[in-house]
């Protein structure tokens, strides 16, 4: 396992440590308040469907926003420069407004409690029993990429060993889940957003001060990188050479499309704050609100990213000691007095701890609900399934640990997970978005969809890229070019099965497919959801065109 530089050592001292406890003390606080409205399994996997739309919003982006966002998307700006924000502004917000105004209708208005429940619906058990599997293992896949990225940071930064690291967090989040369910994660994931948000700004700020301001940074960078660093679009030219390896047609297409649609719509870490909203209403706006916070995000990840690169123009060079990884450690040991450092640090372990709850708490609902209680022990009362999800929780952070060094392997691990949602979310969002516009889908259509699109993406980067049969420049292009294939192999089984088996009747499709609504689910608005500024359309739209309005530095 690759260690960050011994010279990233942090001089913490009692008032930083002090400031860890007060956050742990919180955190377990959250917990044990939350356990009082856990009664049922429902109360426990979806907090019941009641939390209000600025909750589930602010814990939908702060899910996202967790160690391997921070130290992956630094490290990204450092690595690739103002290409990094088109993971955000064309590979988050369009997909997160679809999510919100055409997806959550299908989502909460069929009441079912994860993402691949809905797959059971519209496709039968082959599908959903395949894609609950896929789902679990991604999740753990993901939770031990945050342990990882913990372990090592926090071995250099404080000098606490590895398994100290991930043991302490992996307590911590085990205890709170465990007692308060979805609740406890989404309260704390609230705080945790705030704290992250504390720790980063600073550093932002103090960054671009030391560098000269924005106009310092710009000067240093364009000087030794050239000017396309700091373009968004600069350079991806079909047939031209950039640090990211793509063109702007697998921008468009493998991330901004099928691998952020793929992302933001099935991956059930995020629908599941959605889907605990209190009403459709607040369902929908879920993504909405969080896609505002989102779009100014590269702010203070990104930029720090470079800022980095030009405070240590060793990073991520061999010989140098330093990974890409290390841009935000770098930062944090170079500007940050005791005190602000404890917020710091505070921050990046409330951000390790909001990306691991938020794939535990999703597993443990997949696999109870899909998986355990669909297929293995069907039928017993309620208090079973809830007792079950507790312990299904601790096997979720056991096994994360166990996965975290799988990460080791790349020096980026941004690069990592973009591999991962290539091969688990994209063929899944393809045999979501086929069923959910196209009536003639069939069942057999989509496991064999889902199946092979996952299979060619794998295929792509092992074989085809990893073995050098097709030439790509980076990790990063070999997963736009595996997304889009993922998605165009899957679609095209699902037609050609789907054109040699049989459709299920049109009435059983009623509120799973585009067009149609399922008897007895409609839904009253709340009062007061009526008011201009509750309105999806209005909110998503705006999210889009602010977030195209944030190109325009970036592009000329």
Known sequence: MPQLAEELRLPVNGLDYTILAIYFAVVLGIGFAARRSVRTSLDFFLSGRSLPAWVTGLAFVAANLGATEILGMAAN????????????????????????????????????????????????????????????????????????AMAIVLEALLGWPQWMAIVVAGFFVLVYITIGGLSSAIYNEVLQFFVILAALIPLTV??????????????????????????????TGIGEANPLGANWLTIVLGLGFVMSFGYWTTNFAEVQRALSARNLSAARRTPLIAAFPKIMIPMVVVVPGLIALVMEPTLGQAGSGLQYNDAIPVLMRDLLPNGVLGIAVTGLLAAFMAGMAANVSSFNTVFTNDIWAAYVVRGREDRYYLATGRVVTAVGVLAGMGTAFIAASFSNIMNYLQTLFSFFNVPLFCVFIIGMFWRRSTAAAGFWGLLSGTAAAMVNYFWLYKQGVIDIPSDQGANFVSSIVAFVVGAVVMVAVSAVTRPRPAE????????????????????????WYRRPALLGWGAIVLAALCYVPFSF
Do not use: C
């Open 206 to 235: 103090v960054g671009l001060k030391r560098v000269g301001g924005w106009d310092g940074l710009t000067d240093s960078l364009t000087a030794r990188q050239g000017e396309n660093f700091l373009s968004a679009w600069g350079g």
């Open 77 to 148: 700006g450092a690595q690739y420069g103002a290409y990094t924000v088109h993971w955000y502004w064309i590979g988050a917000i369009p997909a997160m407004v679809f999510l919100g105004l055409v997806m959550m209708p299908f989502y909460y208005g069929s009441k079912v409690r994860s993402v691949p429940e809905f797959l059971l619906h519209r496709f039968g058990p082959g599908s959903h029993l395949l894609s609950s599997g896929i789902f679990a293992v991604s999740a753990v896949l993901i939770a031990g990429v945050n342990l990882y």
């Open 508 to 531: 059983a499709l009623a509120g799973l497919v585009y067009g149609t609504r399922s008897p007895g689910m409609a839904e009253p608005p709340a009062e007061g959801d009526d008011a």
